[in-house]
Structure formats: C-alpha cells, structure tokens
C-alpha cells in the first residue's frame, strides 16, 4: 500500500478523498491537517495525521510519503500564501523525498487568469503553482474541474485536456477523479479539465 499525503484534509473535497483512501486496496491516506482538533476526527478512525501550516514548515510533512494530493486551499482568503507559495512549499518538499506522483487540484480557467472576471487572484495563484509544478521534475498530474458543487456524485464525468465551455461537477466526482490519477500510469505529468458527464470516472482514466 502507498502511504498518501492529503494537503487539506479538513477541507470539504479533502475529507472525500481521505474516505476514499481508507476503503481503497492500493493506498493508506495520511491528512495533513493545520490545527491540533483537526487531528481527532480522523485519528478515531484509525487514519494517520500531520500537524502542518502551509504557510509555515512543511518539509517533515512528506517523510515516508510515496505520493502527493494537493487538496488545500484558502477559500480566497490568502490565495498568494496558501494555494501559490504553500503549494509550491510543498512542491519543494516532494521533490527532496523522491516523490512517486503529486497531483494537484487546479481549476479551470488557471492557463488564462487574466479573462476571469472574478477570482482572477486566485486563478493567478493556480496558474503559477501548476507551472511551479510542471518544472519541478516530479511526476505530476494536474486536474482542473469546473465550479464544485455539494450535489451527489454520480461516478460520470467529461475530460479533456481543454474542455471549452465552462459548468460544474460535484466535489465526491473531483475527489474520485484525483484518486483515480494516483495510479502510476494515470496521466503522467499531464493537465486535463473535468466537469460532469457521461462516461464512468474508471473508464475516462487509464490506470
């Protein structure tokens, strides 16, 4: 089994994928979480933890770690901090330790920040944490969905390196798409946009 680090895990899409992680054959999350009472939730249920502010030091995060799930964000409040230099923080970190694979939730519309009408600060960030990324010689794959959504998942999504129109697709289809990307074949160092679909999530990704 890979050991996983979730950047995030308390967050809404994070705690997905860590409950996806858990009841997977192939993958053992560990939630990397910024508070000390974030730690209980998932340590109750028998899931490993690590204490650490990506604003802060973040290199003890990614010992024994094989890959990486960059699910963290600042819900707009620090984009520069958080979803730009944390990432890239954390990006520096993998890159020290050999890791096998990071994959990095992105967005769709952070390869052109600048036709945003809003959340242009936080495209910007996107934008150059996926570059920090792809330059950084770690096996990456990036995933940029349309806007998230609480809706139920329904396991079906559209993918294509550029989608071209712009929609949604709830947070457990991301969350299932990431995990799918883990797989060592996955699109390697490649960026595909998602939003919901037709075609079953296993079949849109080759393992």
Not at 30 to 50: N, P, S
Not at 63 to 84: C, H, L, P, R, Y
Not at 120 to 140: F, G, W
């Amino acid at each position: 089994m890979e050991n996983i680090l979730v950047a995030g895990a308390n967050g809404t899409t994070g705690k997905k994928i860590v409950n996806l992680l858990e009841s997977s054959q192939y993958f053992n999350p560990i939630a990397m979480v910024r508070k000390e009472t974030q730690k209980k939730q998932f340590e109750d249920k028998g899931i490993k933890t690590v204490l650490a502010d990506l604003e802060k030091e973040v290199s003890h995060t990614t010992k024994g770690i094989d890959k990486i799930i960059f699910a963290a964000g600042s819900g707009g409040k620090k984009v520069k901090e958080v979803d730009q230099e944390g990432a890239k923080k954390l990006i520096d970190a993998a890159k020290k330790d050999n890791i096998k694979k990071f994959v990095m939730l992105s967005s769709m519309g952070a390869d052109h920040p600048e036709k945003a009408k809003d959340l242009k600060e936080y495209l910007e960030a996107k934008q150059n944490a996926d570059i920090y990324l792809r330059k950084s010689n770690i096996p990456y794959s990036i995933v940029r969905p349309g806007a998230l959504t609480d809706e139920k998942g329904t396991g079906k999504i559209k993918l294509d390196k550029k989608l071209n129109t712009s929609g949604e697709i709830s947070r457990t289809d991301v969350a299932q798409t990431l995990v799918h990307v883990l797989h060592d074949s996955a699109f390697v160092n490649d960026t595909f946009e998602i939003l919901e679909g037709e075609t079953l999530i296993g079949e849109s990704i080759p393992n």
